[in-house]
């Protein structure tokens, strides 16, 4: 069973020293990283910050950062984190990081992997 999904953050997480980190791994979630984050005194206050926390618990890796914290969710730009999220919900709820999709100009239809990799990568 595949547990770890491969990704590419659209613009990548720029850390304290200017290096910028796009490439990294998420893992599935289970049930208790669902219940822990529902604890956290800064969900209970505000609970937008639980796509932060959880986050932060399931993506193993971004670049060479392998302590992912709530400090390095935060300061991702939003698209990367919308990113994150749509990703989190493939992985979780459809088992694959697949997206059926259909040539605007005549179309067909056909899959493809949603995960940022580069053409031909995944």
């Known amino acids: ?26 893992r ?12 956290d005194d800064r969900v209970r206050e505000n609970s937008a910050y639980l796509t932060v926390v959880l986050l932060a618990r399931v993506v193993v890796s971004l670049g060479t950062i392998t ?30 990081t697949r997206a059926a999709v259909a040539c605007p100009s005549c179309g067909h239809g056909f899959s493809v992997d949603v995960s940022g990799g580069r053409l031909g990568e995944s």
Request: net charge negative.
């Open 28 to 39: 599935l979630a289970t049930a208790r990283d669902e219940l822990i984050p529902l604890r």
């Open 1 to 26: 069973m595949r547990t770890e999904f491969a990704f590419e953050l659209p613009r990548g997480y720029a850390d304290e020293s200017g290096t910028v980190h796009k490439s990294g791994v998420m």
């Open 67 to 96: 302590d992912v914290h709530t400090g390095v969710v935060e300061n991702l730009f939003a698209s990367d984190l919308a990113f994150l999220q749509d990703m989190y919900r493939r992985i979780n709820s459809e088992g694959h």
